[in-house]
């Protein structure tokens, strides 16, 4: 069993920043790739960052430049920090990574429960 739990989402104002973090606990091997992604309401689900096991990092053209995600593998934890918020930011988050189990032929994704970032103008 895995659980990932997410926190840091918050009520800002435009400019601000907020840091957003997930860890994963659970008995697992490895984690992978990591990243987060948001929704707003009305809209599709879509990629805002992830990192993979060797640090690369992807991001959505959106947030580049104001965003910057990491992972701590100690404590199995990804990081968003998030800078310059724009109203447009405004959605819920949520973080999801790829775990390898013990004997497991292939990587499971795992999504966290979502935390709210509501950026006002």
């Known amino acids: 069993q895995v659980q990932l739990v997410e926190s840091g989402g918050d009520l800002v104002q435009a400019g601000a920043s907020l840091r957003l973090s997930c860890a994963a606990s659970g008995n697992f091997f490895r984690i992978d790739d990591m990243g987060w992604y948001r929704q707003a309401p009305g809209k599709q689900r879509e990629l805002v960052a992830r990192i993979t096991s060797g640090d690369r990092t992807t991001y959505a053209d959106s947030v580049k430049g104001r965003f910057t995600i990491s992972r701590d593998n100690v404590k199995n934890t990804v990081y968003l920090q998030m800078n310059s918020l724009k109203p447009e930011d405004t959605a819920v988050y949520y973080c999801?990574?790829?775990?390898?189990?013990?004997?497991?032929?292939?990587?499971?994704?795992?999504w966290g429960q979502g935390t709210q970032v509501t950026v006002s103008s």
């Open positions: 999801n990574v790829d775990i390898w189990f013990w004997g497991g032929s292939s990587s499971r994704q795992y």
